[in-house]
């Protein structure tokens, strides 16, 4: 089971971290992804991170203000989100699938197994 929180409403320029709390799964064998959707528009990939937490991918959209990160100690998955726009407002959502490459990294929704049930960030301007 994944369970995101940590959203909320900011002001455009803040800063958000979002958690994914992970229980009765693989954790440390699993490549981890944050996904969100825009009401109306299709979900969209964010940002990866491979099961030992060296290897990441973000979409461009996002880069250079998001970082994700893990803690496998905590089995837990994190989404750092500064300088925020109001075009970030989304329900963002976290995904897991297990992965035997610990090279890998995945940016499609449909190479994921498991999803939380999100959690909403709002960005005002």
């Known amino acids: 089971q994944l369970q995101a929180y940590g959203g909320g409403l900011v002001q455009a320029g803040s800063s958000l971290r979002l958690s994914c709390a992970t229980s009765?799964?693989?954790?440390?064998?699993?490549?981890r992804g944050w996904f969100r959707q825009a009401p109306g528009k299709e979900r969209e990939f964010v940002a990866a991170?491979?099961?030992?937490?060296?290897?990441?991918l973000s979409a461009d959209s996002v880069k250079g203000r998001f970082t994700i990160s893990r803690d496998n100690a905590t089995n837990t998955v994190y989404l750092q989100m500064n300088s925020l726009k109001p075009e970030d407002t989304a329900v963002y959502y976290c995904?897991?699938?297990?992965?035997?490459?610990?090279?890998?990294?995945?940016?499609?929704?449909?190479?994921?197994?498991?999803w939380g049930q999100g959690t909403q960030v709002t960005v005002s301007s």
């Open positions: 995904a897991s699938r297990p992965s035997l490459n610990d090279d890998d990294v995945y940016s499609l929704d449909n190479q994921y197994r498991d």
């Open positions: 009765g799964l693989t954790f440390t064998y699993n490549a």
């Open positions: 991170i491979n099961r030992s937490g060296f290897k990441t």
